[in-house]
């Protein structure tokens, strides 16, 4: 049985609170064109631009729907060949990665020892991560095994990345670390 949005206002309206739904649904009651038209007015008159899911090295296509420089809607690409408009649960959640109010948008430090995290500028904070990449380098740099092995290397140093780095990036990660003499590198990037 499908239902037209004006009878799921009337139906909703009718039935006692939170649980209208719960009892459309129930009663085999179609809610798919219902959501489908809500969802077509969310994005009506919106921008789309084509992207990829940055969580994992699957990279699902999406299209994200902007209004004013806004983004209103992510969702799957249906022209992508592998993942045809389908997301999983973290893709689908992709939307709360940039409009989430719990997302932190400041450096913060918290001094060994101490119990309470301070906000840094960014210039600082990368200041005091080179500064630290450093001094670790410097002080545990081996260049030549004890058989005599050149290796120019750090075991000091762990490299851990994420999914959402592409190619190029590690491109360029790659060749800083290992220029650093760093060797144990990981991520989980589409290289
Ligand atoms: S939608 Fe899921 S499977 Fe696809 S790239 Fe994102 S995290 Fe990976």
Redesign the pocket.
């Known amino acids: 049985m499908d239902v037209s949005r004006r009878d799921f206002l009337r139906f909703s309206v009718g039935a006692a609170g939170g649980t209208a739904l719960s009892g459309l649904a129930g009663s085999g009651v179609n809610l798919g064109p219902v959501v489908a038209q809500a969802q077509e007015l969310r994005i009506k008159n919106a921008k789309v631009t084509p992207s990829v899911?940055p969580?994992?090295s699957?990279?699902?296509g999406t299209l994200i729907h902007t209004i004013d420089g806004k983004i209103v809607n992510i969702e799957g690409d249906p022209r992508s060949p592998h993942?045809e408009g389908t997301?999983?649960p973290?893709?689908a959640a992709i939307f709360q990665l940039h409009v989430n109010p719990n997302r932190p948008t400041q450096v913060l430090h918290r001094a060994a020892g101490a119990a309470e995290w301070e906000v840094w500028d960014l210039e600082r904070a990368m200041n005091r991560i080179a500064e630290l990449v450093k001094k670790t380098r410097d002080e545990t740099f081996i260049e030549k095994l004890p058989n005599g092995k050149l290796v120019n290397m750090t075991p000091a140093i762990f490299s851990l990345g994420g999914a959402i780095h592409e190619i190029e990036f590690n491109q360029v990660h790659q060749k800083l670390m290992r220029g650093l003499g760093i060797v144990a590198i990981e991520n989980q990037a589409r290289i």
């Open positions: 899911c969580y994992c699957v990279g699902c993942n997301l999983c973290k893709g």
